[in-house]
């Protein structure tokens, strides 16, 4: 749509003028050996705008108009920003394949989520139980579908997240690093629109069964200060609710309740392990 408001062609002129440069230094760019990256030069994508994601629509009066190609290129940008590789892009509801009764009801619960989410009210879902029935898959598909109707989801790996956070969290109370580092790196898990947590608590029993205590009481301080601002959780774990209720009352309490009616529970049963279905011969 044409416009003449001067703060978006501002906007988009700096925007513009920003990806240019971005062009020229990347187009620019050499190596540790002075070679130049890529040849010296990126391909152009979109021949209309020449990758400006703007084009001129009324040359006399210097009015420009967002090209076609920029939302499309925004939501690249959200993706590659919340960590989320090309193999997880590809994910989606249609390619989840329905292996067993587990996945058909979770696929049931996950169609209906995402058919009742918008941009105003989202919810938490969370899929607990029985490992190698897919729930990362549908949690990623579920993700993509929220950042295609330009909803912010950050990936939290766990395991490796949580390491990260302990570790900060440990050299901030010794001051071996910058003021903050840990409140900076926990910042974005609390203020996203919506985190998606990969495997929760995995790894985080010793074999006596106790759960981490840093482990718990990071993961309360990131739930318990979404749940007060009212954002949501895409969450998948190997464990069931009991188990997580067993590593702490409050969080597992909390994570219900946030999750509400959108919260499948897969008890376990080996033999529905796809990943151990070769080795099983099942
Ligand atoms: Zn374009």
Redesign the pocket.
Known sequence: MDTTAPELHTRLLAESLARLWEGIQTNCGKDSSGKAINGGAKPIE?P??G???C?IADRERNIWRP????EVKRQRRILARCGLSEAFRRKTLENYEERNEHAAAMKGMACDYAANTTGGALKSIGFFGQSGIGKTHLSIALANILMQKGIAVLYMPYVEKIKELKDLNRLQSRHDVEDACYDKAIAPLKTVRVLMIDDLFKRSEDRYNQANPADVRIMFEILNDRYLKGLPVIVSSELTLTEIIRIDEAFGGRLIEMCGEYCYEAEKDQRLNYRLKDVLGG
């Open positions: 979109c209309i705008c990758d400006t994601e084009v090209c076609k190609c920029q």
